[in-house]
């Protein structure tokens, strides 16, 4: 089947991080690009012209993955708006890790979802699947552990998931709803917590085969555009049955 | 049992409106005030100071009804920031009618909450029951009509309620998902379409049952202050097996 | 790419009815068929050997439609299991019309799903869609109508529909969730009302867009065996943590 | 308030049972009776009459509390229709423990209930809070360690439940949807894991809080027989507008 799904990575820095010499969001283009499932990668910066959402990226853009971590607040409210806009009218989501806590994640979901337990020691997680009949779980074991973590915990102030696709386990003794989905108008969204940048989570072939099924998970089917036109009361003459 | 639900009902205007020459918040405080099943009952409208809103009124609200419709641009971002913390914080809101275009249900859901379907010909609307065993839907008949009412109809741009309580059918061929349930953080939502400020819907028995038993559902048990606290990492020592 | 799902389409009858001459189950495979979207359409009905659902059979079946009407007592206790078993373990199962009160619908759901309103005097139905993001809504129209139809109105004594996609509305006063997703164990399940023996609904262009991305969205990515391995609780060794 | 609310507590035996020489459904019965929640709370078990579960006994009761473990077979075909019909018509029921694999949840939810890990050494079980706005976590602590439980953990073979309330972490490294929530009918659903006969947990005054929040949640308003009355297709002249 020919590839027709445009992915952009948003990374908050084009600059180095932690595991990641190339940058984060070059890392997981890489892997993204060379599973073949895409008609084109690309990754873009908070540096860039337009904070890297451009109109014209986000026109050619069906699924973005975004990470977040330090630099939350100096993204843009006009930015937040073209990215949820855009989210509303069809492109998919992937909230990474510590994009929990952006704004445009808070805008869609309409909580304080920067709010949840956290701690940092390079602790033991393991992923569990809960849902064996999805896309985005096709081809990940039964669950598999990330030997070095940070730990997110309950309470996390998300509304109730559409779909709970991943509990992760610490070994310092929380629970965490690691994979979840939601969907906001035209847009399918995934979060999905694992990845860190000091430890090379990105790395791991397992969740790399959750992201590349995340993103052609999302893809919307084209942008309904019908949905901004529907709106008008159709025409009286279409009821057949009133005189 | 002790009464100890707070109830307030906001309106963007404190004049007459239509079939309420009282005004509509005040004949709603009247059939929930009439009711016996809550503590207080105060009506407040948007030209009062901090808008009929302030922290003093929200912190003495457990549930708040909202009604709004040509102003919704007029309330301003503050007061829309504190009745959404004061949502997640625990206070049950029920959103009226035209309220669905309010900037506090758009904060809530994320979604272009204005957009949907309408048609103003005063046709009949049949609101039918789809859930018997919950407490909104109690002592209410399978379905009941609304001789002369203003059509909403899908597309309705919310995510997929929690809860489909009730469908609405339009004598003009459309339907809509007129009682629908949500939850944001510690806060209860019910939208309720049915409602016009030009017919009397208000008056009729089974709206006036279904909103009583909608406040009664919001309430909350207390305000969870632990929800903020509970973000700090619990201390080592909490953990008996880790050394 | 490469087409893999193998479709089954069950009738209750080999023989013409109402519409179909052909066979009503043979009219589905054959637009199914058409489509070509799938590896292998078959038809069987109730008269053949094992009630045309052997282990052989199912085990070729990735995704099976269901046709029902006056029959379902018929149906064996030891048909019902074996399809509710291949369902279990992975299978997708597209109910339709008056399957609604079929032995194998009333086992997943665990609900008097024979329940409903219905009336029979070939009046208009209009079938909404609700989800616009959703691959069985993919290229289906904001809505469209069905000139002559059975009326099926609510309340239909169905668990909540973990997604809802279409809503009917009927020129005699009834709304309908004629579109329900369902999922039990691996299978993923479509409930889909529209659809009758004696009217031509299955030869409406909307109406087979409809199946066959409900047959595309039902089909397994795999059986995954493992359900049934996974129980084993995991030796020991395999926590790194406990001595 | 005058209570209303009649409880009956169904064990598989009336002997004494590990920790509790009085007969684990006596020892629930207990505690639910000194909350002074209800009208009636009675003990029965399987030795009796109608194994315990007579339509006298069932008509008689609002809220059905279930144990079993080893004896789920001896549990009759009939016995478990009767008790699914009441279900169905408003009847609460809440779940416990092993009775995850019982007939009559099995029934209800259309899934291979019985399948899930477990292992039985004693470890430490947390039990997570997953949602604060629910009557069931009313009281309950953000979370609270069972010191010696019998661990259960996903894969579960549910239906994703309509709530999660509670989500439990073992030591060895498991997770749990320990508190989940289904409707069926006019029947509310809390299946919640901790309890064991074994280990003293239903003394944990964590654990009787949920059980009385749960029994209170799950009384039906009343048994609305019309859901079978209302089948009926109403009568032409209902329709006003149909010559």
Redesign the interface.
């Known amino acids: ?1 020919e590839k027709s799904i445009n992915v952009t990575v948003w990374c908050e820095t084009g600059d180095a991080l932690g595991a990641y010499p190339q940058g984060l969001h070059n890392a997981i283009a890489e892997f993204l690009s060379n599973s073949n499932n895409f008609k084109t990668v690309r990754a873009v910066s908070l540096e860039q012209p337009e904070q890297g959402m451009s109109e014209e990226i986000l026109r050619n853009t069906d699924v973005l993955l975004w990470w977040g971590h330090c630099f939350h607040h100096l993204v843009s409210e006009e930015t937040a708006e073209r990215v949820h806009k855009r989210v ?1 009218s ?1 492109m998919g989501l992937i909230v990474l890790h510590s994009g929990h806590a952006s704004k445009i994640f808070q ?6 979802t920067n ?5 940092e020691i390079g602790e ?1 997680e ?1 992923v ?6 999805h ?1 985005i779980t ?2 990940v074991p ?1 669950y598999f552990d990330i030997p070095k973590s940070e730990m997110y ?3 996390f ?1 998300i ?2 998931p ?3 696709l991943f ?9 965490f ?1 690691s994979g979840c989905t ?7 969204i995934f979060f999905f917590s694992p990845g860190h940048e000091s430890y090379p989570i990105y790395y791991m072939p397992e969740i790399q085969r959750i992201l590349v099924n995340a993103a052609k998970w999302a893809a ?3 942008f ?1 555009e ?3 036109d ?5 025409p009286e003459g ?5 005189v």
Chains 1, 2, 3, 4 share one sequence.
């Open positions: 089947m509303l069809g805008r869609l979901l309409g909580t304080e709010k949840l337990r956290w701690r033991r393991r569990w699947k809960i849902a064996h009949h896309p096709e081809g039964e915990g309950e309470f102030h509304p109730a559409e779909e709970l509990i992760s386990w610490y070994e310092g003794g929380e629970v709803r939601f969907t906001r108008g035209g847009g399918k919307p089917p084209g309904p019908i949905l901004y529907e709106q008008k009361t159709p279409k009821y057949g049955f009133r």
